[in-house]
Antibody
Framework: EGQLVESGGRLVQPGGSLRLSCAAS????????MHWVRQAPGKGLEWISL????????SYADSVKGRFTVSRDNAKNTLYLQMNSLRAEDTAVYYCATLSWSETDFWGQGTLVTVSS | DVVMTQSPLSLPVTLGQPASISCRSS???????????LNWYQQRPGHSPRRLIY???NRDSGAPDRFSGSGSGTDFTLEISRVEAEDVGVYYCVQGTHWPHTFGQGTKLEIK
C-alpha cells in the first residue's frame, strides 16, 4: 500500500526559511505528478504547488509564488518544498499528495509549520 | 484563477436521510483533452483528506456506494443516499483542469 510521510515542519520566525520533505513508498513515485496542499488552523484546504513526474513543470498558487519552490528527487522517492520569506499567514499543516485524477490517490499525514516570533 | 464555490457551507442531516453538496466553478472544467478534472474529498476530524470521487463521477474503490458524483461544465454535485454517522466531516471539491488548481471552501456535514 502506498504511503507518503512528510517531515520538516517546526516553529520558525517570520522572514525565515524551511524545507519540507515528503518520502514516498509502496507505489511508483516516478510516474506521479505531486502536489503540496496546506490547511491553516480551523480553515479549509488550499492547493499551493505541483510538480510534474519528471520535474519538468511546476505551478504555484499566487499566495506562495516567488517564495516557495517545489522539487523532487525520483532516485530517492522524495518530494521537497523550500519555503522562504515565511509569514504568519503561512502557518498551516502542509500535506503532500498525488491529488490523482484517475489512479490511486495518496496523501500524507501532514506536517505542522508555525511561523511566529 | 478558477473559483470553486460550494453550497451549503454547513449541512445538518438526519441519520438515514439523503444529502447533497453543490460545487460550481467560475469557468468550465472541460479540458482540451475532453476530460473534466473535478474530484471530491472527505476530511474527517483529525484526519488527512480522503478521495471519494474522481473525474466527476468515478467512485474510489474504498468509498461506500452511498456516495455518488455528477455534473458537467461548471456545475457539480456530491450526493449521499443515506447519511451514516461516519460521514461527519468536511467535504471539498477540487479542480485540476486549470492551473493553479483550486479547492472549494468546504462543506461541513453534521448529524442533526
Amino acid at each position: 500500500e502506498g504511503q507518503l510521510v512528510e517531515s520538516g515542519g517546526r516553529l520558525v520566525q517570520p522572514g525565515g526559511s524551511l524545507r519540507l520533505s515528503c518520502a514516498a513508498s509502496g507505489f511508483n513515485f516516478n510516474i506521479y505528478w505531486m502536489h503540496w496542499v496546506r490547511q491553516a488552523p480551523g480553515k479549509g484546504l488550499e492547493w499551493i504547488s505541483l510538480i510534474k513526474y519528471d520535474g519538468g513543470a511546476t505551478s504555484y498558487a499566487d499566495s506562495v509564488k516567488g517564495r516557495f519552490t517545489v522539487s523532487r528527487d525520483n532516485a530517492k522517492n522524495t518530494l521537497y518544498l523550500q519555503m522562504n520569506s515565511l509569514r504568519a499567514e503561512d502557518t498551516a499543516v502542509y500535506y503532500c499528495a498525488t491529488l490523482s485524477w484517475s489512479e490511486t490517490d495518496f496523501w500524507g499525514q501532514g506536517t505542522l509549520v508555525t511561523v511566529s516570533s | 484563477d478558477v473559483v470553486m464555490t460550494q453550497s451549503p457551507l454547513s449541512l445538518p442531516v438526519t441519520l438515514g436521510q439523503p444529502a447533497s453538496i453543490s460545487c460550481r466553478s467560475s469557468q468550465s472544467l472541460v479540458s482540451s483533452d475532453g476530460h473534466t478534472y473535478l474530484n471530491w474529498y472527505q476530511q474527517r476530524p483529525g484526519h488527512s483528506p480522503r478521495r471519494l470521487i474522481y473525474r466527476v463521477s468515478n467512485r474510489d474503490s474504498g468509498a461506500p456506494d452511498r456516495f455518488s458524483g455528477s455534473g458537467s461544465g461548471t456545475d457539480f454535485t456530491l450526493e449521499i443516499s443515506r447519511v451514516e454517522a461516519e460521514d461527519v466531516g468536511v467535504y471539498y471539491c477540487v479542480q485540476g483542469t486549470h492551473w493553479p488548481h483550486t479547492f472549494g471552501q468546504g462543506t461541513k456535514l453534521e448529524i442533526k
